[in-house]
């Protein structure tokens, strides 16, 4: 995509990655795409904002060319190390014989660990300035929003925030602007994003949005490093992850589970119907067959989750255990948990889940369930119950 002006002297530089469909080493599925964006600012002195995902540096290079000749650029700032936003510095910097890098100190480690290169690299911290001219560039550190390098940069002139990874979306578009595209896309990919990447940093990203509304500064603009630019309504955004860092739920339970020879698929549906006769927003996902990502933004709103697995081996089978191994990460602290499954001979899928998870943070009202081979009658209906006495629990 060529360069865009998004503000008088600011080029949207970056480029759009229509067919990615995985990242983060598949454990994020992308069915939109991404973008991976980088801002131009022309002044006395040319920053550049950002870089690209390495595949990507020659479009970068050629965006940037439409606007200034690549020597001319003074500074370029690195707001994040990871190789989406840090990938085509070597191609840059081969043609930037003058410039210099600006990030944090975690940042420069970063950088030399990815590219064993002595760049020109100025390390800065939260209050630092850069005169451009015209505008001055301001830094925020905001470590472990994603990664201990992360930083924002924020141009008062403009009242805009770069806050690379944060406020983003991982949303291919021709359009460059909230206010160009679905806003239930926009959200629901938002969402997604928090959920996967960002939520188990909750309190970090709570503690950074008060930092910078203490700081009492205009936001007119959000321009962050994936996705659409927030121009006519930054507060949306900003309100969601205030939301959704606090930890914010509904009265919803989301029923995730694995079967071997349709059992535990039966008592799955008998809980998930115990769950809506309660009045229970209820979600049901057999992990063998769906794209856990969706599964983990569903989650994010969820109250409750309830895990289930046959036992194979004593234990529970590969998919749940692959997905529980990613909730645990998530740290859902304060959510209810529990836990059901068939057995043949002998049980232990319903232990080995509590096990896995038992450090998470969850809270674990209600015993988990288990039955012999297939659930008869009264066991689907002690299903129906388990499902309705954890609905009771949400409300
Ligand atoms: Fe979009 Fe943390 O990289």
Redesign the pocket.
């Known amino acids: 995509m060529a360069a865009l002006e998004i503000l008088p002297g600011i080029y949207s530089v970056g480029v759009v990655d229509w067919n990615v469909r995985n990242?983060h080493g598949h454990t994020y599925t992308t069915r939109r795409g991404s973008t991976?964006n980088a801002y131009l600012i022309i002044d006395e002195k040319i920053a550049l904002v950002d870089t690209v995902y390495t595949p990507f540096s020659e479009e970068l290079i050629n965006n940037i060319k439409e606007v200034v000749p690549l020597g001319k650029i003074d500074y370029i700032i690195a707001n994040?190390?990871?190789?989406?936003?840090s990938g085509a510095l070597p191609s840059i910097m081969a043609l930037c014989s003058k410039a210099r890098i600006l990030g944090t100190a975690k940042c420069k480690e970063g950088l030399y660990r990815h590219y064993y290169q002595n760049w020109n690299f100025q390390t800065v911290k939260t209050g630092d300035k850069l005169e451009l001219g015209r505008r001055t560039l301001n830094f925020i550190e905001a470590p472990m929003i994603?990664?201990p390098d992360?930083m924002f940069t924020y141009c008062p002139l403009d009242s805009l925030l770069m806050p690379?990874?944060a406020f983003?979306q991982h949303f291919a578009t021709a359009e460059r602007f909230d206010d160009q595209v679905d806003q239930c896309a926009l959200m629901e990919e938002a969402e997604e994003y928090y959920a996967n990447?960002l939520w188990p940093l909750n309190s970090v990203i709570s503690r950074k949005i008060q930092e910078i509304q203490k700081l009492n500064v205009p936001i007119k603009m959000i321009a962050p490093?994936?996705g659409i630019i927030w121009r006519k309504d930054p507060a949306k955004i900003i309100n969601a992850y205030r939301s959704w860092s606090a930890g914010d739920t509904k009265n919803k339970a989301v029923v995730v589970y694995e079967t071997m020879w349709g059992a535990t698929d039966k008592m799955a549906k008998q809980i998930a119907q115990g769950i809506a006769s309660q009045g229970i927003e209820v979600k049901l996902y057999n992990i063998a067959e769906t794209d856990r990502t969706e599964v983990i933004t569903q989650m994010l709103s969820a109250r409750g989750f309830l895990f289930g697995s046959s036992t194979h081996d004593n234990d529970m089978l590969p998919n749940i255990a692959a997905f529980l191994e990613i909730v645990k990460g998530l740290k859902p602290k304060g959510r209810q948990i529990s836990f059901f499954g068939s057995y043949g001979w002998a049980g232990g899928a319903v232990g080995e889940m509590q096990e896995l998870l038992k450090d998470s943070g969850a809270d674990f009202t209600i015993p988990g369930i288990a039955f012999k081979y297939v659930p008869d009658q009264a066991e689907l209906e002690s299903c129906f119950e388990f499902g309705s006495k954890f609905a009771k629990i949400l409300k």
């Open positions: 990242f991976y994040h190390v990871e190789v989406d936003h994603h990664w992360s690379n990874d983003g990447i490093s994936h």
